[in-house]
């Protein structure tokens, strides 16, 4: 690896030459970070090669022939893949463990005794056909953070604990079973594997019979940060390298039924149908109308659709369909539900067909980070001379159940092409390097103020 040498600058800043693919670093001595007055912590650096090769190996496991990975929960690539990740982590000097939930836990001491831990990590399984950054990047981060502290001799006031959640693609459940109570409904959930939850969980070494001995609670950590990929456009649109988060959107799922009624496509005149697809497709225009006629940042998508009886010749008699709506305000997202019934309604009074609308899923709550963890990951950024900008995300993780029991932070580093989900899902070295550094100076910084 190039490594950073650092040279007197002018009025009191250190620049630091860039390398590694890396942007150029400059702190202000005026305004240090934190905990910078640790002796050396200023010029502390991840070793950026390191991070990046190890990303490599990890991609081999699940590696499909798209150049992604298909590394689905309780998968055996996924087993696999844990296990490469323990070993890491035991080459950090971090004492490694999992939970009855399956979750992956490596732990290192503090200097100060009492000290509530401060958690960071993220997650390796992936989607079906998925990439080779998407919570990977988090999780072998954590761990490079870690290993450059035993490298360079630092010590910090707090335990530190990196975690590796299981299961996050699949609904979160890794970090649900740390956070909350997973019901027997949840249990018997089927995963992409085809194992259940219950059966996934047993498969990875976890007891799915002692769970609440896995639950933290309240005020039983510090802090969490987690260090993902944007996995939208913004941050790379706009040449921005660390994003940081303002919260977790909430989701909202609807299961849509219309009912029209089926006959024949070429005996029943135009006047005479009740065509649910044509309802339908009058209910996806109204969907993308209403979310966009409003101010704020709500999305909406009819992402699923499917036709009943389904044949060339027979007009549509029912449709089954899918509505979601996103955004960090519950009540905006309750209002932009209501109004997508509202128009629903008025398209089956003028088209004879009915809607009928099934919530699909418990809506999460909107998870807002903690202002003093925004603060730690901004000085961080300050530090080493990026540029930082504040978004929130439109994707769930796992810092979403964390923020039930302590300050959550999490900082996005840019997706090229706000792509994810696929094989063709990429950051680059130097953007992974740039996030890891903030991630690794906004633990140091959170160390010193929490």
């Given at each position: 690896m190039k490594r950073r040498t650092f040279v007197a600058g002018t009025a009191g800043a250190l620049t630091a030459a860039t390398g590694?693919?890396?942007?150029?670093?400059?702190?202000?001595?005026?305004?240090?970070?934190?905990?910078?007055?640790?002796?050396?912590?200023?010029?502390?650096?991840?070793?950026?090669?390191?991070?990046?090769g190890h990303l490599t190996e990890l991609a081999k496991f699940?590696?499909?022939?798209?150049?992604?990975?298909?590394?689905?929960?309780?998968?055996?690539?996924?087993?696999?893949?844990?296990?490469?990740?323990?070993?890491?982590?035991?080459?950090?000097?971090?004492?490694?463990?999992?939970?009855?939930?399956?979750?992956?836990?490596?732990?290192?001491?503090?200097?100060?005794?009492?000290?509530?831990?401060?958690?960071?990590?993220?997650?390796?399984?992936?989607?079906?056909?998925?990439?080779?950054?998407?919570?990977?990047?988090?999780?072998?981060?954590?761990?490079?953070?870690?290993?450059?502290?035993?490298?360079?001799?630092?010590?910090?006031?707090?335990?530190?604990?990196?975690?590796?959640?299981?299961?996050?693609?699949?609904?979160?459940?890794?970090?649900?079973?740390?956070?909350?109570?997973?019901?027997?409904?949840?249990?018997?959930?089927?995963?992409?594997?085809?194992?259940?939850?219950?059966?996934?969980?047993?498969?990875?070494?976890?007891?799915?019979?002692?769970?609440?001995?896995?639950?933290?609670?309240?005020?039983?950590?510090?802090?969490?940060?987690?260090l993902h990929i944007e996995q939208g456009g913004t941050l790379d649109l706009e040449k921005i390298p660390i994003g940081i988060v303002e919260g977790i959107v909430s989701i909202a799922r609807w299961d849509v039924t219309v009912e029209g009624f089926a006959n024949h496509a070429g005996t029943t005149a135009m006047t005479g149908?009740?065509?649910?697809?044509?309802?339908?497709?009058?209910?996806?225009?109204?969907?993308?109308?209403?979310?966009?006629?409003?101010?704020?940042?709500?999305?909406?998508?009819?992402?699923?659709?499917?036709?009943?009886?389904?044949?060339?010749?027979?007009?549509?008699?029912?449709?089954?369909?899918?509505?979601e709506v996103r955004d960090l305000s519950s009540d905006v997202i309750q209002r932009v539900g209501q109004m997508i019934q509202d128009e629903a309604k008025k398209i089956g009074e003028r088209s004879g067909t009915t809607f009928s609308f099934r919530t699909s899923s418990t809506p999460h709550a909107p998870a807002l980070s903690d202002p003093a963890m925004r603060g730690y990951i901004s000085a961080a950024a300050r530090q080493l001379g990026l540029a930082t900008k504040l978004l929130p995300s439109g994707a769930g993780h796992d810092a979403q159940n964390l923020a039930l029991i302590c300050p959550m932070g999490m900082i996005f580093i840019p997706s090229i092409g706000g792509i994810s989900h696929s094989p063709k899902e990429y950051s680059t070295p130097g953007d992974i390097e740039n996030g890891v550094n903030v991630l690794m100076h906004a633990v140091l910084a959170a160390d010193a103020g929490a």
């Open positions: 590694a693919g890396g942007l150029i670093a400059r702190a202000d001595a005026a305004d240090p970070m934190p905990g910078a007055s640790v002796q050396g912590r200023g010029a502390l650096r991840i070793n950026a090669a390191r991070i990046n699940g590696a499909n022939p798209q150049g992604g990975v298909s590394r689905v929960a309780y998968s055996d690539a996924d087993r696999d893949g844990r296990a490469y990740v323990m070993q890491l982590m035991r080459s950090a000097k971090l004492d490694v463990s999992m939970d009855t939930a399956g979750n992956i836990w490596g732990r290192r001491s503090g200097s100060v005794p009492g000290l509530k831990p401060i958690i960071f990590g993220s997650h390796i399984d992936s989607v079906p056909e998925g990439g080779n950054y998407d919570g990977d990047v988090g999780s072998l981060g954590a761990i490079e953070v870690v290993q450059t502290f035993a490298e360079q001799g630092v010590t910090t006031r707090h335990p530190l604990e990196v975690v590796v959640w299981q299961n996050e693609e699949g609904g979160l459940y890794g970090s649900h079973a740390a956070t909350g109570v997973m019901t027997a409904q949840e249990l018997a959930a089927r995963s992409v594997s085809g194992k259940t939850i219950r059966e996934g969980i047993t498969f990875l070494g976890g007891d799915p019979t002692r769970l609440e001995s896995s639950r933290r609670a309240k005020g039983d950590a510090a802090c969490y940060f987690e149908r009740r065509d649910a697809l044509l309802s339908a497709s009058r209910l996806v225009e109204a969907v993308n109308r209403i979310v966009t006629s409003m101010p704020g940042r709500q999305v909406a998508t009819v992402g699923k659709i499917q036709a009943f009886p389904g044949a060339t010749n027979v007009i549509p008699g029912r449709v089954e369909m899918t509505v």
